[in-house]
């Protein structure tokens, strides 16, 4: 009896226990010490469970939805993309026409691609770092600002809502 008796813990094959092959971290369930996480620490569909770069995304998506209200067909055509950081080329440019880290950049339509609009991601969060609820103002008026600059308008015409924020006002 001492021979035949296997409790099988795990799911794995009993025969390739043998094969010398371990476990990696991302296949064991807890850390080496039993205290790791065991599962994720909050449900999918609740908002903390989704990672700043996802938030982002969804402060962009509703402000061009809110765009798209009022301008139609022009906006929903624009190529909306996000970046970490501009790269060198965008900070050199913006250096040599003296001005700041740039929050995003626009770029009119070309043979067979649609116009551009590429927001960076760190820089406007850390601009709103004195408050969370600055960011999804400050997504919006990135994309009023390169909108007004491609279809050469004022940003008030682009959005009426455009400046009417912040402690001064």
């Known amino acids: ?10 799911t794995r094959d009993p025969r390739s226990l043998d094969s010398g092959v371990a476990r990696g971290f ?10 790791g996480r065991r599962g994720p620490m909050l449900m999918a569909p609740l908002p903390g469970a989704r990672t700043r770069a996802e938030r982002f995304e969804d402060l962009l998506v509703e402000s ?8 139609g ?26 001005i700041r880290v740039p929050w995003a950049t626009s770029r009119s339509a070309r043979r067979g691609e649609p116009e551009r609009i590429t927001l960076y991601r760190r820089p406007i969060e850390e601009a709103s770092h004195q408050g969370i609820d600055l960011l999804p103002e400050l997504i ?7 909108l007004a ?6 940003p008030q015409a682009v959005d009426p809502g455009y400046g009417a924020w912040g402690p001064e006002r």
Not at 5 to 10: G, P
Not at 79 to 84: N, P, T, V
Not at 149 to 154: F, G, K, T
């Open 26 to 35: 991302e296949m064991r369930k807890r850390n080496r010490h039993g205290r």
């Open 140 to 146: 919006h008026f990135s994309i009023v600002e390169q």
């Open 1 to 10: 009896m001492l021979g035949k008796l296997s409790i099988d813990l795990d």
């Open 149 to 154: 600059e491609l279809w050469a308008m004022d």
């Open 64 to 71: 061009a939805e809110r765009l798209a209200d009022r301008w």
């Open 73 to 98: 067909d022009r906006v929903t055509r624009i190529d909306f993309r996000i970046l970490q950081a501009p790269t060198a080329k965008v900070i050199t440019r913006a250096e040599a026409a003296g």
